[in-house]
């Protein structure tokens, strides 16, 4: 049973306050939209200065579909809880239902700014139960380091641009995207998409690198130094942007460690705790790159913390395009053909598909061939029963994928520990206390991605 409050002449009817049980007799406000003066004016009516306001789940600044339940009094924010599960994508339990190669493209959705984070941490995993760890081509795994660091750099530039523009600043994210783009068009030109690739398979990579895409990957980069470049000018010597980062969002090196935070946020405390350092994979241990930190633990320094990790990126993206100089002509897919589909793929009238060579071999030369492809892509390979847990050092931070085998065709489990999902339990410790305005600054200096949150 409830009763409102009579409907004053020229005031909306939502702003009416409503008193029902469930409060135990406190007032509150429904906002229809364009009357929050007459909300304000009928709570001091009523001496309660105590309002909640749900910030998302569509709003511009919450990075997908986030919902932020805040109390406020006047412009402090009181109380913050994050509500999640609106995107509810389901991944991991649509990958129980796939083979072990189909489960790829499942997880690249996940974090969608990020997907050939997932990719790999999926298929260390998956090798670390097949046993082949060692086996992966070398070639394979120098791909796989470049094309996750150039990924690092387009998911900071998607942060810092968003994070510009949800301050009112346009032209700050312009310029990230522009960056972008020239990352993206590499992502084209070697997977065939700009995201969600799917490229990075069991035993190694779906296909070599195209000819003449070492020199195009250099002349992009020169391209994103120009736009990084720009762009920390542009952001670093602006009085505004520095008033409105310094000291907001603050958690210190005891809070990150307490809520179990990584990557940016953890090492803007000064920890230099980076899974690429603390336990290599892919090879990480033979390319030479710096860790980045800050000491300021605010939104400020994740950003400076971000900037760096860029510049870092491009470092040893340089070095994986010696190295695939070098390799030439070498394998990108494990020997073993009980586990590797065909990574020869070329181009067809009917779209991208095996190499005429291999049909030919398969339907002209060897039934055997022939009956094998088709079991193995129909079917899947067998993966002995048992688990494994791969981390990899994300965006965001520590991605770790745990696979359970049940000796079968399909993962029995597939679990993420998504960075984005543990990074959001510090919305409450970064907001409470601060400004209502500074809740946008504090989420976006957190950089999550739902996709990776609600998997």
């Known amino acids: 049973m409830s009763t409102q409050a009579p409907h004053r002449p020229g005031v909306p009817h939502a702003t009416g306050h409503i008193v029902d049980d469930q409060t135990a007799g406190i007032p509150t406000f429904e906002a229809s939209g364009g009357d929050w003066s007459d909300i304000a004016e009928e709570a001091a009516r009523l001496g309660e200065e105590r309002i909640v306001v749900n910030m998302g ?29 609106y995107l509810h994508t389901g991944i991991e339990k649509n990958m129980e239902f796939r083979t072990w190669t189909q489960g790829v493209t499942f997880c690249t959705r996940m974090d969608y700014l990020a997907p050939l984070f997932q990719e790999a941490a999926f298929c260390l995993a998956t090798e670390k139960l097949l046993g082949i760890t060692d086996d992966v081509p070398e070639k394979a ?49 070697i997977t065939g998409l700009r995201m969600n690739h799917a490229y990075i398979r069991p035993g190694g990579v779906v296909q070599d690198v195209p000819p003449g895409s070492i020199d195009t990957i250099r002349e ?9 470049g720009q762009l920390q000018k542009l952001m670093l010597a602006n009085p505004i942007l520095k008033a409105r980062l310094v000291g907001v969002g603050y958690l210190n090196l005891a809070g990150c460690t307490a809520l179990a935070l990584t990557g940016p946020v953890l090492r803007s405390a000064g920890l230099p705790y980076d899974v690429r350092k603390a336990a290599p994979y892919s090879g990480y241990e033979t390319y030479d790159f710096d860790v980045p930190t800050g000491t300021g633990a605010d939104a400020w320094d994740r950003m400076i913390v971000r900037f760096e990790e860029c510049w870092q990126s491009i470092h040893i993206v340089e070095q994986t395009l010696e190295r695939l100089q070098k390799l030439g002509q070498a394998p990108v897919m494990v020997a073993d053909k009980k586990i590797a589909w065909p990574a020869q793929l070329a181009i067809g009238t009917d779209g991208m598909g095996n190499s005429l060579d291999h049909i030919k071999e398969i339907m002209g030369t060897s039934m055997e061939a022939l009956i094998h492809h088709f079991k193995l892509v129909t079917e899947g390979f067998r993966v002995p029963a048992g688990q494994a847990f791969v981390s990899v050092e994300h965006p965001r931070g520590e991605l770790g994928c745990h696979v ?13 520990r998504d960075p984005s999902f543990n990074n959001l339990q510090a919305v409450s410790v970064m907001c409470e206390g601060g400004n209502l305005a500074d809740v946008v600054v504090s989420v976006a200096s957190l950089d999550p991605v739902l996709g990776g949150v609600d998997r």
């Open 404 to 416: 359970v085998s049940d000796g079968g065709t399909r993962p029995y489990r597939a679990h993420f």
């Open 57 to 85: 789940p569509q709003h511009p600044s919450t990075h997908g579909v986030l919902r932020l339940m805040l109390e406020i009094e006047g412009e402090t924010v009181t109380e913050a809880r994050a509500g999640i599960g």
């Open 141 to 189: 795994s120098v791909i796989r380091v470049m094309m996750m660091e150039l990924n690092r750099i387009a998911s900071h530039l998607v942060c810092l641009g968003t994070g510009g523009n949800e301050l009112g600043a346009t032209t700050i994210m312009t310029l990230g995207f522009q960056a972008r783009e020239e990352i993206l068009q590499i992502f084209e030109l």
């Open 220 to 228: 992009a980069l020169v391209g994103v130094r120009h736009y990084l």
